[in-house]
């Protein structure tokens, strides 16, 4: 299985900030990966797919980019709303495997 | 717009059978093209993958879940099903089902459509 591991595990940053989030893939993935936001009891979204394809409807101040093994989700200037879980996601191959998630939280 | 529901019992017994169905309404699973997932959250903790099933029936299960599981698929009904037996108290998670589309001029998949998702305990 194909492990994903992202950093940090949790963060906390105030509105307007520049917030960056790592993922990482235990072998090359090309760029078969996926960001998703979740919310207290509320099902995952999706932000981007494909590394860097943002979903329609998602705002563009959400960013990807990397591929390989190495991925970045950046939220260029948080928002109240963007406090959430983030996780990412490999569909390399089956077993599909996400990160752990990323809490952001407010400072 | 597409709308996945799923429906089943909320508390299920340790040893016993956890039985899941998955509605789909706004697509037609038997038109292909997308692969029809469960995932699930443990209380605190993150998203696992558990398989899917295509419209023909394949599937795919997760390793450590493939001796207890079983995805199905009825086509007539447009739902897909979900069954782990012989569960215990690491089972209790909140079950999504979830459809993983591809997107045109792409060959990546993702998930773009998820159920609400169904809260299942197993305890005595």
């Known amino acids: 299985d194909i492990q994903m591991t992202q950093s940090p595990s949790s963060l906390s940053a105030s509105i307007g900030d520049r917030v960056t989030i790592a993922c990482r893939a235990s072998?090359?993935?090309?760029?078969?990966l996926n960001w998703y936001q979740e919310k207290p009891g509320e099902a995952p979204k999706v932000l981007l797919y494909a590394a860097s394809n943002l979903q329609s409807g998602v705002p563009a101040r959400f960013s990807g980019s990397g591929s390989g093994t190495d991925f970045t989700l950046t939220i260029s200037s948080l928002q109240p709303e963007d406090f959430a879980t983030y996780y990412c996601q490999q569909s390399y191959n089956a077993p599909k495997t996400f990160g752990q998630g990323t809490k952001v939280e407010i400072k | 717009q597409v709308q996945l529901r799923e429906s089943g019992p909320g508390l299920v017994k340790p040893s016993q059978t956890l039985s899941l169905t998955c509605t789909v309404s706004?697509?037609?699973?038997?038109?292909?093209?997308?692969?029809w997932s469960w995932i699930r959250q443990p209380p605190g903790k993150g998203l696992e993958w558990i398989g899917y099933v295509y419209y023909s029936g394949k599937t795919y299960y997760t390793p450590s879940l493939k001796s207890r599981l079983t995805i199905s698929v009825d086509t007539s009904k447009n739902q897909f099903s979900l069954k782990l037996s012989s569960v215990t108290a690491a089972d209790t998670a909140v079950y999504y089902c979830?459809?993983?589309?591809?997107?045109?001029?792409?060959?990546?998949?993702?998930?773009?459509?998820w159920g609400q998702g169904a809260q299942v305990t197993v305890s005595s």
């Open positions: 706004g697509d037609s699973i038997s038109s292909g093209g997308h692969y």
């Open positions: 072998q090359s993935i090309s760029n078969f």
């Open positions: 979830a459809r993983e589309v591809l997107p045109a001029a792409s060959d990546k998949y993702y998930f773009d459509s």
